[in-house]
DNA sequence: TCGTAGAGTGTTTTT
DNA sequence: CACTCTACGA
């Protein structure tokens, strides 16, 4: 693929001529072209660091002051709620503009908009609750039940998979490929799936998105509509897209319409789970797009830092081409550790931290970054035993956690009692006498019925049946007190009324979960407040309500927006059902202690986007990083590299790479070798903190083997005279597991072999011992390949 | 209905 | 190792 220059340089004004005052100020040339590109589609090359965030929000800024654009004529679509609203704060501090007109948000946030004003035509119930993905699990997991299909063969998991990558693709159950029984099955799951939650009126996040590219599809009014109405849309992490949301953007992209694309082919790290990079080309081929711009000029980090992530990222091949420059100095090297083990690792990077924040650098300016969560239990291990506050991100979320999910379970039963998912989570939480056998006669009932739980309490008879009739009476009570209280106090109401309280006030480790409910109390206040809930505010667009705004003359028979106000206090939606929205669609913090200084932890992938002073990568190992299981994938190895290139990135001053020779995994400890990323790097940046051990790859375990056989094992290796780190118990005798014993041969890591079927191979990983030894073996055209040593007849190349 | 022992499992993840 | 899920007995 190769870029093309702007065809016609842009007459740009020299930006440093800009008055004071005006936004365009302080831009570099390039993103001043950015910010004031003519109205035509145009793709943005942002690397990282280099203000692409900026430069979309500024752009919007100058559209608005210079009157180009109305605030409803605008889309700012992204892919995370903190980007959005990171966008919605710069933008309402640089210009006097009512933002809750506008239509910056979220892929997902846009599309929950869109279907709540068009509900009707989108063959929605108003009150149409969102899926997050462990609802969406759990309903697959009924549907497979209901289908009496064997849970072996139809994982629910890969189930729920396989139909989130059908929408994402676009595809309905009619459109998949059938090409055998399991598919054919699949399908059928699918089909079923679908008419669940037809029947239920929810909707999962990959439905967000195809009911509304459908929509737009098939109703001609409708999209001419909205394509008449954006006259810009503003794309941020286009590399991200997947084919639904690439597809859902041509539909809104009418011929008047320029859209600003911005993206970095070099930081895509999520194809695994569907982003197609390749819409960078497409679209600059099906928009025939002009002008596109690289935002190369890096405003993050220093110079090593950026030639080590330049010189990285240079290995891989189908690039847009870019390079990262500054212009301030190369600052300091990026330092590199070889540890003996994890453990000593982590006690590494405390002791380092610790320097660090000694020398007078804020906790949260530290991060410690890994390729995978199970890694960070021993540098948490570590920094709790040393007392350093830190944070962990990822795990549960607020509105996951099991306490919370019980509460609005029952809130949504109280706005849509046919939600069968909600239903079955309390129908017996707390307990209420409903067991399984219950359970499985109303189930049976409702799916004979085609109705649901709620409408099928009826036909089961006995107690159970009577306890159901009580669960049924309880939640219409709910209802009926709450009609009419603010949100705040129908969440008061609930908890009380449904034991939930009381349940976790008798539960030993309940007070935690307490608190959580109490917290959902204030979220919801806090909700109301922001989203001006509390008065006669409504949930939907001002723009699309308003008379004189853009919606005003549609047709009505395409109802551009399908009214229907509660009949007593004419709200168009409930406080309540918004917030049930907001709950699924913002998943909320992981962590109330967010205000705390404290070191940063993360993976990799959830560090894009943000930035330290220092950076630690972490568990630099071939199996670890780059990954094992990405060696099976197309392209695995390039975005294994990706994702190298974002985490050197992250850092602005200070960046220290590191990687341990022994590893607590599964239970197991393995042996690993450093990763090839290290070959990938310029040695004119890198400072190597521990001596280096030669000749990598047969490296590590000859000096083992050395250093075991001085007596002194591996702490001999870490470099004497360096920080006493008291590294704990002896490394676990690795002749017991040596690699060198494995299968009686003396096989080591980057050793060649030679395999009577794969031909010629290098030895990338070995572990375990005995007859279950085995070994990565990285074969050239068959690829890597996990070989088990006891079977596999393996002949060492000299 | 509920608690617990044993098996199974084990990249990355926002919405 | 640490966690989740299932099956079984009280």
Redo the contacts with the bound molecule.
């Keep these: 693929m190769e870029i093309h220059p702007p065809s016609a340089p842009a007459p740009v004004s020299d930006p440093s001529s800009v008055p004071a005052g005006s936004l365009l100020r302080g831009l570099n040339p390039e993103q001043y072209e950015a910010v004031t590109l003519p109205h035509v589609p145009a793709l943005i090359l942002a690397g990282a660091g280099s203000g692409k965030t900026r430069v979309l929000t500024t752009r919007i800024a100058w559209l608005l002051q210079t009157g180009q654009m109305s605030p409803g004529g605008v889309m700012a679509v992204t ?4 980007a959005a609203k990171e966008m919605l704060t710069r933008l309402s501090a640089m210009l006097p503009v009512n933002v809750r007109g506008m239509w910056i948000g ?4 846009l599309c929950n908009r869109f279907l709540r004003a068009h509900w009707k035509v989108a063959g929605l119930p108003q009150a149409f609750q969102i899926l ?2 462990s609802d969406q699990l759990s309903a697959v997991k009924r549907v497979i039940k209901g289908m009496n299909l064997d ?1 072996e063969r139809f994982v629910p998991k890969q189930v729920s998979w396989f139909i989130a990558g059908a929408k994402e693709d676009g595809k309905r159950p009619g459109d998949v490929a059938i090409h055998d029984g399991q598919t054919q099955k699949l399908v059928e799951i699918y089909q079923a799936y679908e008419d669940q939650c037809q029947r239920e009126g929810v909707v999962d ?2 439905e967000l998105m195809l009911r509304t590219y459908e929509l737009m599809r098939d109703n001609a009014p409708l999209r001419e509509h909205y394509q008449r109405r954006f006259g810009h849309i503003l794309v941020d992490e286009f590399q991200d897209t997947n084919r639904l949301q690439y597809a859902w953007l041509k539909m809104f992209a009418g011929p008047q319409c320029s859209v600003l694309a911005v993206g970095d082919d070099d930081q895509s ?2 194809a ?2 569907g982003a197609q990079v390749g819409n960078m080309a497409d679209f600059e081929r099906e928009f025939r797009v002009q002008h596109i711009i690289k935002l190369e000029r890096n405003y993050r980090s220093c110079g090593n830092i950026l030639d080590a992530a330049n010189h990285l990222i240079g290995h891989n091949s189908r690039r847009l081409g870019k390079n990262l420059r500054t212009e301030a100095g190369p600052g300091e090297p990026v330092r590199v550790q070889e540890s003996a083990s994890d453990y000593s690792e982590a006690q590494w990077i405390l002791e380092e931290a610790q320097q660090l924040h000694r020398q007078g650098m804020a906790r949260r300016e530290i991060a410690i970054l890994y ?4 890694q960070s ?1 021993v540098i948490e291990s570590a920094l709790f035993n040393a007392g350093i506050p830190y944070r962990v ?2 795990g549960l979320r607020f509105f996951e956690r099991a306490e919370v999910k019980h509460a609005l379970a029952y809130l949504r039963l109280i706005e849509n009692c046919n939600d069968d998912t909600s239903y079955l989570r309390v129908v ?1 939480f ?2 209420r ?6 359970l499985e006669q109303l189930q049976d009932a409702a799916r004979s019925s085609g109705r649901s739980l709620w409408q099928s309490v009826g036909a089961v008879g006995g107690k ?1 049946g009577g306890n159901l009739v009580a669960f049924n009476q309880l939640i219409d009570s709910m209802r009926n007190e709450t009609r009419g209280l603010t949100l705040r106090e129908i969440i008061e109401v609930m908890l009380q009324r449904s034991g939930l309280v009381d349940f976790y006030r008798t539960e030993k480790e309940g007070a935690d979960r307490i608190e959580n409910l109490e917290e959902l109390v204030n979220a919801a206040e806090a909700f109301v407040t922001q989203e001006g809930f509390g008065k006669d505010a409504v949930a939907l667009p001002v723009d699309e309500l308003a008379p004189g705004s853009m919606a005003e003359g549609l047709p009505r028979a395409v109802a551009a927006v399908d009214l229907k106000p509660d009949a007593e206090t004419g709200e168009i939606m409930s406080p309540l059902a918004a917030f049930l929205t907001h709950a699924a ?3 909320g913090d992981n962590q109330a202690q967010a205000g705390q200084d404290a070191i940063q932890l ?5 560090a894009k986007g943000l930035e330290f002073d220092a950076v630690f990568i972490t568990g630099l190992e071939e199996g670890l990083f780059p ?1 094992e ?2 060696a ?2 197309p392209d ?1 190895l390039e ?2 590299r990706r ?1 190298m290139y974002v985490a050197i990135t992250r850092a602005r001053q200070r960046l220290y790479l590191s990687f341990s020779q022994t590893r ?1 995994l ?3 400890t393995r042996y690993h070798i450093k990763s090839r990323f290290f070959d990938e790097l310029p040695e004119t940046a890198l400072k190597w903190l521990t001596p280096r051990t030669q000749g990598f790859g047969s490296g590590f375990a000859r000096d083992y083997q050395a250093a075991w056989q001085r007596g002194s094992g591996l702490q001999s290796m870490v470099g004497a005279g360096q920080q006493p780190y008291r590294t704990p118990a002896p490394p676990p005798p690795m002749p017991t597991r040596s690699p060198t014993e494995v299968g009686g041969q003396r096989f080591k890591a980057g050793m060649s072999v030679f395999h009577t079927k794969f031909g010629e191979g290098v030895i990338v990983t070995l572990e375990g011992s005995g007859t279950e030894a085995r070994a990565q073996v990285n074969f050239g055209r068959h690829g890597p390949k996990w070989l088990a040593l006891s079977v596999a007849k393996l002949t060492i190349v000299e």
């Design positions: 892919f995370t709620n903190k979220t892929f997902h946030g997050d993905s849970e996040f990959a790290i999520y695994f789970r390729r995978s969560n199970a239990r991100y990822g017996n707390p307990t006498g409903i067991g399984a056998r219950t159970g669609l913002e998943a993360m993976t990799v992938h959830s990954h299981n990405s099976n994938e695995g975005e294994e994702l607590m599964h239970g197991q």
